[in-house]
Nanobody, 125 residues
Framework: QVQLVESGGGLVQAGGSLRLSCAVS????????MGWFRQAPGKEREFVGR???????YYGDSVKGRFTSSRDNGKNTVLLQMNDVKPEDTGVYYC???????????????????WGQGTQVTVSS
């Protein structure tokens, strides 16, 4: 059973930084591509970024240049470094695993096989 657990969310002021972590257990982490999504109240789940199994990254337009994803295959962990955060970055952030690890541009939720429970990020103005 594959489990994903996010951590690192919290309250941060606009312009600040936050780092989210997602720990994966029970699966073949190094073969997965890992994605990040977020969902604000009343809105659809939004693609944030993706890192494939060979480390190629891809980001949504709203976070490009501010957010960076990385992975540590030795620790079965993927990170999302969030810099220069804005109030519109507020939401529940989810990590997700895609068993199809090579494509660099999967951005739809239904392209991902496993999901974490989410961690809340709140950015104050």
């Amino acid at each position: 059973q594959v489990q994903l657990v996010e951590s690192g969310g919290g309250l941060v002021q606009a312009g600040g930084s936050l780092r989210l972590s997602c720990a994966v257990s029970g699966g073949a982490f190094s073969s997965y591509a890992m994605g990040w999504f977020r969902q604000a109240p009343g809105k659809e789940r939004e693609f944030v970024g993706r890192i494939n199994r060979i480390g190629t990254t891809y980001y949504g337009d709203s976070v490009k240049g501010r957010f960076t994803s990385s992975r540590d295959n030795g620790k079965n962990t993927v990170l999302l470094q969030m810099n220069d955060v804005k109030p519109e970055d507020t939401g529940v952030y989810y990590c997700a695993a895609d068993r199809d690890g090579f494509p660099w541009n999967h951005r739809e939720p239904n392209e991902y096989d496993y999901w974490g429970q989410g961690t809340q990020v709140t950015v104050s103005s």
